[in-house]
Each structure stands twice: as C-alpha cells, then as structure tokens.
C-alpha cells in the first residue's frame, strides 16, 4: 500500500503554467503504470494523463499538447507540467494508480484557472 500525496497546486490566469508533483512513499512506479486524475465542482472524476512502467504516456483528448507527464524515479515523484491552462482546467488533481484499482484517494491539489 503507497501513499500518495499531491502538491504544486494554486491560482495562475488562463495561459499561465503550473507544475504538479506527486510524492509516493515507496517505489511504485516499478510496479505500476502511474495516472493524473481532476475532479471539477459538480463533476465526477475524470483521467487526464498517465506514465507506463516503460515510459509510455498517454492523455485525453483536451490536454494533449499542453500537459507532460514525466516521473523521477530516484526522488518517487511523478509530475505533471500545465501549460496553456484554460478556465476548464480548474479542478482538483489527484495522482494514482493507472488504471485505478481501490477507490482510495489522496487530498489532491487545487488548480483554478481564472482572470
């Protein structure tokens, strides 16, 4: 069982970028495709990105371009780089397992795009 906790978060206008990080408390990504996932105001989650053991990313239609998954093995850190940041961006964004096995989820991260 890892714990995952996600940082980086905050308020940007739309256009800016942010960088989130997620920390794991042990070496899952030998083990486990990696996955970023947000969550909208009256929204169910939704999948954004994710990393393969192998190093082969993936990302849903509306991010493609603008968001880079990457990882640092050494540091058990999985990120997520933002850029172009649109209003529709705003959610909360957790990482995880890919594809999500339990429903456990960590505090996630705050990211609201607005002027």
């Known amino acids: 069982q890892v714990q995952l906790v996600e940082s980086g978060g905050g308020l940007v206008q739309p256009g800016g970028s942010l960088r989130l990080s997620c920390a794991a408390s042990?070496?899952?990504?030998?083990?486990?495709?990696m996955g970023w996932y947000r969550q909208a105001p009256g929204k169910q989650r939704e999948w954004v990105a994710r990393?393969?053991?192998?190093?082969?990313?993936g990302y849903r239609d509306s991010v493609k371009g603008r968001f880079t998954i990457s990882r640092d093995n050494a540091k058990n850190t999985v990120y997520l780089q933002m850029n172009s940041l649109k209003p529709e961006d705003t959610a909360v964004y957790y990482c995880?397992?890919?594809?999500?096995?339990?429903?456990?989820w960590g505090q996630g991260t705050q990211v609201t795009v607005s002027s």
């Open positions: 990393l393969t053991k192998g190093g082969i990313t």
């Open positions: 042990g070496s899952i990504f030998s083990i486990s495709a």
């Open positions: 995880n397992v890919y594809p999500v096995v339990s429903d456990y």
